[in-house]
């Protein structure tokens, strides 16, 4: 049972490049969700998703786009990286069955020169 | 994402001391979680607590939920070198309402 997997684990980008982080999960689970982590800034929620089909904008959207067309993919996509999108970027996904856990991927490592 | 405070926000000791990190909020908590976070890692859970006045114990780690399920600390005895990375405390709510502390850092030094 792999839980959350996210690739890569590090990137690198040129300023104005795009690129697609993969999310995965085998648990079945409805909720999956983008964070990203910065010093000093907590986990802020950039998108999320409630099911196949569903998403929604977290705290920090801006610069980024999802879609969920299976249950077990939710890809974050930068459009046109920015030096500011430099951070790393956790996965996540729950049960919708009122179950609080939250399973996190290992992060994405990214940074944008 | 509103935040919940956890103090301190950096904690280094040495080995076989003992410590207590705190998460508090002015809401009430549906539950509160703790996570830890090691270096280039995930957040993992350890616990979630749900009932006011909960004490959960994990080994050398003891949760407690406050009475009135506004607060939580997290204590550890006899701290080892494994126990050092980021603690965070997440509360769930309905339709996935996640509020995220910032995170204790905790070192414990050989």
């Known amino acids: 049972n792999a839980g959350v997997t996210q690739t890569p684990k590090f990137q690198v980008l040129k300023t104005g490049q795009s690129m697609t982080l993969q999310c995965a999960q085998d648990m079945n689970h409805e909720y999956m969700s983008w964070y990203r982590q910065d010093p000093g800034m907590g986990l802020r929620l950039i998108h999320y998703?409630?099911?196949?089909?569903?998403?929604d904008q977290g705290e920090v959207p801006n610069g980024y786009n999802v879609s969920r067309s299976t249950t077990e993919d939710f890809p974050l996509r930068l459009l046109s990286a920015a030096p500011s999108q430099t951070s790393v970027y956790f996965c996540?996904?729950?049960?919708?069955?009122?179950?609080?856990?939250?399973?996190f991927g290992e992060g994405s490592w990214l940074t944008v020169v | 994402t509103q935040l919940l405070e956890q103090s301190p926000q950096f904690l280094s000791i040495q080995e076989g001391e003992n410590l207590t990190v705190y998460c508090n909020s002015s809401s009430v908590f549906s539950s509160l979680q703790w996570y830890r976070q090691e270096p280039g890692e995930g957040p993992v859970l350890l616990v979630t607590?749900?009932?006011?006045?909960e004490v959960k114990k994990l080994k050398r780690l003891t949760f407690q939920f406050g009475d009135a399920r506004k607060d939580s600390s997290l204590h550890i005895t006899a701290a080892q070198p494994g126990d050092t990375g980021l603690y965070l405390c997440?509360?769930?709510?309905?339709?996935?309402?996640?509020?995220f502390g910032k995170g204790t850092l905790l070192t414990v030094n050989p």
């Open positions: 996540a996904s729950s049960r919708q069955d009122g179950g609080y856990t939250i399973y």
């Open positions: 607590v749900v009932t006011g006045g």
């Open positions: 997440i509360s769930g709510g309905s339709n996935y309402k996640l509020t």
């Open positions: 998703s409630v099911g196949a089909g569903i998403t």
